[in-house]
């Protein structure tokens, strides 16, 4: 290995030597240099490119010529960033970009994420003591593309000021010091405790994405995010299996929720036998049915009802009807109904009817859940179906039950279907095609609820050794 080189200093950008990194999957070797007094880097594969590197840096400070604090390059060979460009203005951008082709989700969720980074890339100076304020005013009209074609409220104009004031030019937001900083914001809650590391993933996804977006417009050369050495909290996708109910305790349940309200008792049972997701069932039209009057019938989904808000809604409801998940604008998928649900959606459409359109699940009112008229016909609302569903567990289930993870939400019953067909020998290709999943997602997910694995494959390791007996 060549000896080190000795540290060079021009003007304010000093250099230093090569460091040489074995790791398990080869040497990497990076470059350091500082400029005014603030780090920087850039690894590379072999000693070779890391030398031409430093080199080209080398004779360009030599030449005078200035170099930037923030991206650490020389002026003309940055990417462009335009210093009065701020990240404020640039996460703004980054929106209306996005706005047009995301759903309602991802516009709220988006919205979500930026806020919390944009509250972290700000100067040293002092927040307003109403944070929430700020929150306020960047969440619902900074971030929301649709809002913010119209003039802000009066009431929004002293924080958004503060903001704009006192956002971090684009360019120092590429310094790793500044988005470590803002990684670390996004994985504490509002209270400094340790949050979800789901909302860490997606957070951290939604800033990834905005600094790409300015690597299209030449504000920087790569995404400065590859360069900070941070990584979010380990997740898992398996299910709990804990949550997973046997038939019996299915039983019990939906009997509790016929109980409780009878005209939402199918919806449950869509979720079980079907392994719909919530918002597939919400969906469901009469016209998606055929119902046999004896054996097993055909459901053909063709979509998905999301509730995020009006603020996020094309339009400006509540709610709004999407492609199902994963799936092309006009994709299906066909699942087939047990005769136990066929009886059940039959009992449903001939005792309690159909809203607006054919929906099987809408408001209601009275003990004989009437569908309200328009306009005031709605599909059924989730909150509606939590409340129902708790007073069903507490009815159905022990405390000791009820205080455990076993069936907490409505879409735990999906999880049951699905860990119920695996079980029961069906093809993981045939469960996957039902599900609306991949075979890699649906194993990866439901591997640990597949019941008999392990006693069948000790009883081949057994079969195996049985000459040592």
Same mark, same amino acid.
């Given at each position: 290995?060549?000896?080190?080189?000795?540290?060079?200093?021009?003007?304010?950008?000093?250099?230093?030597?090569?460091?040489?990194?074995?790791?398990?999957?080869?040497? +990497?070797?990076?470059?350091?240099?500082?400029?005014?007094?603030?780090?920087?880097?850039?690894?590379?594969?072999?000693? *070779?490119?890391?030398?031409?590197?430093?080199?080209?840096?080398?004779?360009?400070?030599?030449?005078?010529?200035?170099? @930037?604090?923030?991206?650490?390059?020389?002026?003309?060979?940055?990417?462009?960033?335009?210093?009065?460009?701020?990240?404020? @203005?640039?996460?703004?951008?980054?929106?209306?970009?996005?706005?047009?082709?995301?759903?309602?989700?991802?516009? *709220?969720?988006?919205?979500?994420?930026?806020?919390?980074?944009?509250?972290?890339?700000?100067?040293?100076?002092?927040?307003? =003591?109403?944070?929430?304020?700020?929150?306020?005013?960047?969440?619902? !009209?900074?971030?929301?593309?649709?809002?913010?074609?119209?003039?802000?409220? $009066?009431?929004?104009?002293?924080?958004?000021?503060?903001?704009?004031?006192?956002?971090?030019?684009?360019?120092?937001?590429?310094?790793?010091?500044?988005?470590?900083?803002?990684?670390?914001?996004?994985? =504490?809650?509002?209270?400094?405790?340790?949050?979800?590391?789901?909302?860490?993933?997606? *957070?951290? @996804?939604?800033?990834?994405?905005?600094?790409?977006?300015?690597?299209?417009?030449?504000?920087?050369?790569?995404?400065?995010?590859?360069?900070?050495?941070?990584?979010?909290?380990?997740?898992?996708?398996?299910?709990?299996?804990?949550?997973?109910?046997?038939?019996?305790?299915?039983? +019990?349940?939906?009997?509790?929720?016929?109980?409780?309200?009878?005209?939402?008792?199918?919806?449950?049972?869509?979720?079980?036998?079907?392994?719909?997701?919530?918002?597939?069932?919400?969906?469901?039209?009469?016209?998606?049915?055929?119902?046999?009057?004896?054996?097993?019938? =055909?459901?053909?989904?063709?979509?998905?009802?999301?509730?995020?808000?009006?603020? !996020?809604?094309?339009?400006?409801?509540?709610?709004?009807?999407?492609?199902?998940?994963?799936?092309?604008?006009?994709?299906?998928?066909?699942?087939?109904?047990?005769?136990?649900?066929?009886?059940?959606?039959?009992?449903?459409?001939?005792?309690?009817?159909?809203?607006?359109?054919?929906?099987?699940?809408?408001?209601?009112?009275? *003990?004989?859940?009437? $569908?309200?008229? $328009?306009?005031?016909?709605?599909?059924?609302?989730?909150?509606?179906?939590?409340?129902? !569903?708790?007073?069903?567990?507490?009815?159905?289930?022990?405390?000791?039950?009820?205080?455990?993870?076993?069936?907490?939400? $409505?879409?735990?019953?999906?999880?049951?279907?699905? @860990?119920?067909?695996?079980?029961?020998?069906?093809?993981?290709?045939?469960?996957?095609? !039902?599900?609306?999943?991949?075979?890699?997602?649906?194993?990866?997910?439901?591997?640990?609820?597949?019941?008999? #694995?392990?006693?069948?494959?000790?009883?081949?390791?057994?079969?195996?050794?049985?000459?040592? #007996?």
């Amino acid at each position: 290995m060549a000896a080190p080189r000795k540290r060079v200093e021009i003007a304010d950008v000093r250099f230093r030597a090569i460091r040489a990194y074995a790791g398990a999957r080869g040497t +990497t070797y990076t470059v350091r240099w500082t400029v005014a007094g603030r780090d920087h880097q850039r690894t590379f594969s072999t000693r *070779k490119l890391a030398d031409v590197f430093r080199s080209e840096l080398l004779v360009t400070a030599r030449a005078g010529r200035d170099f @930037s604090r923030e991206s650490g390059m020389p002026r003309e060979a940055s990417a462009g960033t335009d210093p009065d460009v701020s990240w404020y @203005s640039h996460a703004c951008e980054f929106v209306d970009y996005k706005w047009s082709h995301a759903s309602p989700r991802h516009r *709220k969720g988006l919205a979500e994420a930026l806020t919390d980074v944009s509250l972290a890339l700000v100067d040293q100076a002092p927040k307003p =003591r109403d944070v929430s304020a700020l929150r306020h005013a960047l969440y619902s !009209w900074s971030f929301n593309a649709r809002a913010r074609a119209e003039p802000a409220p $009066p009431e929004l104009d002293s924080p958004l000021r503060w903001i704009e004031a006192h956002s971090l030019p684009l360019g120092q937001v590429g310094d790793a010091r500044t988005l470590r900083a803002a990684l670390d914001a996004i994985s =504490r809650k509002r209270d400094g405790s340790p949050a979800a590391a789901s909302t860490i993933r997606r *957070k951290r @996804s939604a800033l990834h994405s905005a600094l790409q977006f300015a690597v299209e417009l030449e504000h920087f050369d790569t995404n400065p995010m590859h360069r900070v050495s941070w990584r979010p909290p380990q997740t898992t996708d398996a299910v709990d299996r804990r949550v997973v109910v046997n038939p019996e305790q299915a039983q +019990t349940l939906l009997t509790a929720v016929g109980e409780i309200m009878p005209a939402i008792e199918a919806f449950f049972a869509c979720l079980y036998f079907a392994g719909l997701r919530p918002s597939e069932a919400v969906n469901l039209r009469i016209s998606d049915f055929q119902l046999p009057d004896r054996g097993w019938g =055909r459901l053909l989904l063709s979509g998905s009802y999301q509730v995020s808000g009006a603020a !996020w809604t094309r339009s400006g409801t509540s709610g709004e009807e999407q492609a199902l998940k994963h799936r092309a604008t006009k994709d299906t998928r066909v699942v087939p109904v047990h005769p136990t649900l066929a009886a059940m959606l039959a009992r449903q459409i001939e005792t309690f009817g159909t809203g607006q359109g054919g929906r099987l699940f809408v408001t209601r009112t009275g *003990k004989a859940g009437v $569908p309200l008229s $328009p306009p005031y016909s709605n599909p059924l609302a989730m909150n509606t179906v939590y409340r129902i !569903w708790t007073r069903a567990r507490k009815s159905a289930l022990s405390p000791e039950q009820f205080s455990s993870p076993l069936a907490r939400r $409505p879409y735990d019953l999906r999880h049951a279907c699905l @860990s119920t067909w695996l079980n029961a020998g069906v093809p993981a290709t045939q469960v996957a095609e !039902w599900a609306g999943h991949s075979v890699n997602v649906l194993l990866r997910v439901y591997a640990t609820c597949i019941d008999g #694995e392990h006693e069948a494959a000790l009883s081949r390791i057994e079969a195996a050794l049985t000459r040592f #007996e």
